[in-house]
Each structure stands twice: as C-alpha cells, then as structure tokens.
C-alpha cells in the first residue's frame, strides 16, 4: 500500500480488498472504464481519419505536414464531435507548429 486506502500501481485487482473498500474500489474501476469507453470515438471514419493524420504527422515536421494532419482531423471531428483524440491531436499540430516552424 502505498497510502491509506490506495493500492500500490501493481495491484491489479480487487479479490484482496473486503467488503465497503471492495464495494469502494470495484466502483471507481466500474466507472473509470466506463468513462473511457465513452469518450473514445465508435465511428470507424473517425478513427481512420485519425490515423491518417498520425502518418501525415511522423513525416519530417513543416508548416505544411502539420496543417495537412490538422485537416484530417478536423474531418475526423466532423464525423464524430465528441471523439477527444482528434481535439488532443489538433492541439498538438499547434504546439509542434509554434515549436518547430
């Protein structure tokens, strides 16, 4: 244990913790995976506009790769709004733009 009540980064699951903690635990993971599933985009157009501005961005690093990355996804934010992956990655083509160019 690494403090009063928090299992250490291995502890992996909850079989060792009895009762409210257990019950404590068990929904802090329920809800975790829950909010992460949530976020995550279910449109296949989505996640392969996103992955399509992933390779346009490991290409040596220019005014005009980040601002083709960064189309693609504002295209994959068209398809799905609500997809957080292409807002990050819009972020960072701002971020390597200011750093770079």
């Known amino acids: 244990m690494i403090g009063v009540g928090v299992p250490s980064p291995e502890f992996n699951d909850i079989k060792g913790l009895k009762g409210s903690r257990r019950r404590r635990w068990g929904s802090i993971f329920d809800q975790h995976s829950q909010a992460k599933r949530s976020i995550k985009s279910k449109s296949a157009a989505a996640v392969d506009f ?9 290409r ?9 990355a960064r189309a693609l996804f504002d ?18 083509t701002f971020v390597f733009e200011v750093a770079n160019c």
């Open 75 to 92: 295209q994959a934010l068209s398809v799905d709004p609500h997809d957080v992956d292409p807002l990050a990655q819009i972020a960072t």
């Open 60 to 68: 040596p690093t220019s005014k005009e790769t980040l601002t083709q």
């Open 50 to 58: 996103v992955m399509r501005g992933w390779a346009v961005m490991n």
